[in-house]
């Protein structure tokens, strides 16, 4: 477990996450919830059999009957963004089903192995940088 983090982590949304969240949030609570999350990483509850991802009950400080979103994402460790993946709206339900919960799972090995990629190549291109110059 980190605790709370001194520095905040870089936030990654997906399309599908920002249309929807645009729709709930002003600008300002917008950036609460993200500077909340990048300060705050490990603050959602863990899915299971979902590689990782979390969740997240937010409050909506402009709705009244059911003033609670839901903020899925993805954190697994200060190496790697956390990825905002989806965004429920109040009374919205996730259904976790196993074809979901292995379609999730999938998606997070992907952002994982994707992620290493673009790592070794900005690695490799410094080191090839620094042969070159040496």
Not at 19 to 36: K, M, P, Q, V
Not at 56 to 68: I, V
Not at 108 to 128: C, F, K, N, P, T
Request: net charge negative; proline share 4%; hydrophobic share 40%.
């Amino acid at each position: 477990m980190l605790g709370d983090l001194d520095f905040p982590i870089t936030i990654v949304e997906f399309d599908d996450y920002a249309n929807e969240a645009d729709a709930y949030f002003g600008i300002e609570e917008h950036e609460t919830l993200r500077s909340y999350l990048a300060m705050h990483p490990e603050s959602g509850t863990v899915l299971r059999n979902c590689g990782g991802v979390r969740v997240l009950e937010w409050p909506l400080k402009r709705r009244l009957r059911q003033p609670r979103v839901r903020v899925v994402y993805y954190f697994r460790d200060l190496n790697m963004p956390l990825y905002l993946l989806a965004f429920y709206g109040p009374g919205e339900r996730i259904a976790l089903g196993v074809e979901i919960t292995s379609a999730i799972k999938s998606m997070v090995d992907e952002l994982v192995a994707e992620h290493g990629r673009q790592l070794a190549s900005i690695v490799r291109r410094q080191l090839s940088g620094r042969n070159e110059s040496a």
